[in-house]
């Protein structure tokens, strides 16, 4: 079915499982609301055209092909495995802000299509978070399992994750999973709403053991897709997700972004809002995998 691998194992095919697919329901807030109670997850195919996504996709590369990152054409996205980015920007998160604030990328992260498909599932105005999550995963990097809920629910609990793909991920280019089921994981869940949402901490909430096995030990199956340009998978904050690790054979790097939305009419944890968010533990862009050099390893949220 899929070939793929986490923490450099090949997944087995009785742990793999595919997204249901509610792209035909994407203008029919019942039956989204429905899957994700279901679910737990929204998998949408197409929400973004080609157009916006080429061009978000040209921007990031493009910056980072200037840090001698990506080679040539940047949208090939492929990683020279050099750096010069320390030396050219000595401050990681300012030049990390600046990437993520690139007007073509905000078009994809915060433009119509995007914000009705959350109106819509929402049931009511969505509002997207300012401080959004750029993610170019070289090869060898995948991410962790682990809930989105002790990061987000300060302001509400009422937040979803938008991760878009921005270009094709198949799924050796180490795209999202999603753990089946396991927003009716009480057991897990339970303990997480109890963290402490005024700590400046950044919460270590990740199941650093082996997914395939946590996996079967829950009767449970790592879900994904193909992604192409411009999918989307909506998730709750109680959905465990992590991501593949990139196997690309042409040493592709994957490119995708997580954005939170909430409905406009609640409370909002004022960290991710606003021209200079100051993101989860107070030191803004800085704080994020992405504004590491390509050549630094990361495997956590
Ligand atoms: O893209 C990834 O590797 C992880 C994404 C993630 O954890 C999220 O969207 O909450």
């Known amino acids: 079915m899929f070939d793929c691998r986490v923490q450099g194992k090949s997944v087995p095919t009785d742990v793999l499982g595919e997204f249901r697919d509610s792209t035909e329901w994407m203008a029919n807030p019942a039956t989204l609301q429905t899957r994700m109670t279901e679910d737990g997850y929204v998998f949408l195919r197409g929400v973004i055209s080609p157009s916006p996504i080429a061009m978000a996709r040209h921007e990031v590369f493009c910056r980072l092909a200037d840090a001698g990152e990506i080679g040539e054409p940047p949208r090939d996205g492929i990683f020279t495995g050099q750096s010069e980015r320390a030396t050219m920007h000595p401050d990681p998160g300012s030049f990390w802000q600046s990437v993520s604030e690139g007007p073509a990328l905000r078009r994809v992260t915060h433009g119509p299509e995007i914000q009705h498909t959350l109106d819509t599932l929402f049931g009511e105005t969505a509002c997207g978070y300012n401080f959004i999550f750029l993610r170019p995963g070289v090869v060898g990097r995948f991410t962790f399992l682990h809930y989105d809920l002790p990061f987000f629910a300060r302001g509400t609990k009422n937040v979803i994750t938008a991760w878009t793909a921005i270009g094709d991920i198949p799924t050796m280019d180490g795209p999202l999973f999603v753990l089946e089921n396991s927003h009716r994981f009480d057991d897990l869940i339970e303990p997480i709403q109890q963290i402490d949402y005024n700590s400046k901490e950044s919460p270590q909430v990740q199941m650093m053991s082996d997914a395939v096995e946590f996996a079967r030990s829950r009767g449970s199956r790592l879900l994904t897709a193909n992604f192409e340009p411009g999918d989307v998978i ?61 050549t630094e390893p990361w495997h956590t949220r």
């Open 234 to 294: 909506l998730f709750g904050m109680t959905t465990m997700h992590g991501s593949f690790d990139n196997c690309s054979p042409i040493g592709r790097t994957r490119l995708s972004v997580d954005v939170r939305w909430q409905p406009a009419s609640e409370p909002i944890d004022d960290r991710y809002f606003g021209s200079n968010p100051a993101g989860t533990t107070g030191i803004g862009y800085a704080e994020l995998n992405g504004a590491k050099p390509l």
